[in-house]
């Protein structure tokens, strides 16, 4: 349970970092909403998964879905440029994260 937790915080953090990037400096109200709301939820999750898990391999899956994520949404609305390296260094993050899940 503290894994399938520990996924969906993860994306949540790419829900946050998005939103506030959308937010414009907290000027506009849905995205600020939606970033309150998704942090909150999000560090709630990770507190959650490190009762069980160990903080290290918490916070580094944690942050890796999220940077990752985070990144894919950006390349796929045209926010980001995409590129062939880009996408190799996005599976390696991809592959530590499931390697921490594999190894624990």
């Known amino acids: 349970m ?3 937790i520990l996924v969906a915080s993860g994306i949540l953090e790419a829900v946050w970092a998005t ?3 959308k937010s414009e400096g907290f ?3 849905a995205p600020s909403v939606v970033f309150g709301v998704a942090l909150v939820l999000s560090m709630a999750g990770l507190a959650y998964a490190m009762r069980t898990l160990p903080v290290g ?3 580094a899956v944690w942050v890796g ?3 990752a994520l ?3 949404y950006a390349m796929a ?3 980001e440029s995409v590129s062939v390296l880009k996408i190799a ?3 390696l993050i991809v592959g530590g994260v499931v390697g921490l899940k594999m190894a624990h």
């Open 65 to 67: 879905i999220g940077a």
């Open 27 to 29: 000027t506009r109200l």
């Open 77 to 79: 609305t045209g926010s």
């Open 2 to 4: 503290a894994w399938a």
């Open 57 to 59: 391999t918490s916070y």
């Open 70 to 72: 985070t990144v894919m």
């Open 89 to 91: 260094l996005l599976v």
């Open 19 to 21: 939103a506030l990037g």
